[in-house]
């Protein structure tokens, strides 16, 4: 299968309030699933985790669109390196998106980049071609989207949000 030609726009503002929930609604548009993260330490047990009582109750919460839970060393954005010679694993929660989950993810936090702890790890919206729409980077507060040139222009105005192409090396 060939996939469309999408290009990296990083997002310039993080989105927050009705911003926030525009880019959440619109990346439901061609979005069918989503993805975060639970990074425990690194000498973890197999029920440790760095979730916070916040997150615990999301995972809870979200539970009924849960597809899969997985141990991985990255995931859209983000690759684990070694502490200590002693290689990382991370939980990837991934999870169904359709009206209901896309309204608790609104309700869990009003901006972007609080897609850390007390909340779960970098939130990401993945297109049904497994492509993520979105990728976030919390801790760097870096966000961005990848976008067929058609999907640029109405992005914005339905989401007003300003997007700046990375320029390819």
């Known amino acids: 299968m060939i996939r469309p030609s999408r290009e990296p726009y990083r997002i310039v503002n993080e989105p927050r309030g009705p911003q926030y929930r525009g880019l959440l609604r619109e990346g ?3 979005s069918d699933r ?3 993260v639970d990074i425990p330490e690194p000498f973890y047990r197999e029920h440790d985790t760095s979730f916070g009582p916040a997150a615990k109750r999301l995972v809870e919460e979200l539970a009924p669109h849960l597809i899969s839970l997985t141990s991985d ?3 859209p954005g983000t690759r684990l390196g070694e502490v200590h010679g002693v290689k990382s694993y991370a939980r990837i929660y991934r999870y169904r998106l359709d009206a209901e989950s896309l309204e608790m993810l609104e309700r869990a936090t009003d901006h972007l980049f609080s897609w ?3 909340l779960p790890l970098d939130l990401c919206l993945l297109r049904p071609d497994g492509e993520a729409w979105l ?3 919390a801790s760097e507060d870096t966000a961005y989207l990848r976008l067929a040139p058609e999907e640029v222009a109405p992005l914005m ?3 007003g949000m300003d997007l ?5 090396h």
């Open 28 to 30: 439901a548009r061609v």
């Open 73 to 75: 060393r990255s995931w």
């Open 164 to 168: 700046q192409r990375y320029l390819r």
């Open 157 to 159: 105005d339905r989401t």
């Open 116 to 118: 850390q702890p007390p």
């Open 135 to 137: 990728t976030t980077i």
């Open 34 to 36: 989503f993805l975060f």
